[in-house]
């Protein structure tokens, strides 16, 4: 079994940061991607960053210049720095983990629990 535990959530003032972090933990040879999804209420969940092995990443529009994705593949570990923040950044955030190789076999996507994230105007 894989287990993500995030971290780092809470409120703050728009304009403000914060800084997920999310660590992946079990018996894990190796993880493909690592990244963040957030869902607002009523609203379905939507990729927020990502980032592959390879160090590749890739943001929603909406984040773009804003936040930034970064990983420790040696810790299993990603994060989400968050930047300039605006009520509309209000959401559960989920970390996941895609493509996780494991002492017991393969996981094509592994969630957390979420941590919330309120921006108040």
């Known amino acids: 079994q894989v287990q993500l535990v995030e971290s780092g959530g809470g409120l703050v003032q728009a304009g403000g940061s914060l800084r997920l972090s999310c660590a992946a933990s079990g018996r894990i040879f190796s993880i493909n991607g690592m990244g963040w999804y957030r869902q607002a209420p009523g609203k379905p969940r939507d990729l927020v960053a990502v980032?592959?092995?390879?160090?590749?990443?890739n943001y929603a529009d909406s984040v773009k210049g804003r936040f930034t994705i970064s990983r420790d593949n040696a810790e299993n570990t990603v994060y989400l720095q968050m930047n300039s923040l605006k009520p509309e950044d209000t959401a559960v955030y989920y970390c996941?983990?895609?493509?996780?190789?494991?002492?017991?076999?393969?996981?094509?996507?592994?969630w957390g629990q979420g941590t919330q994230v309120t921006v108040s105007s």
């Open positions: 996941a983990a895609d493509g996780v190789v494991t002492t017991t076999g393969f996981l094509s996507r592994s």
């Open positions: 980032s592959t092995s390879g160090g590749s990443t």
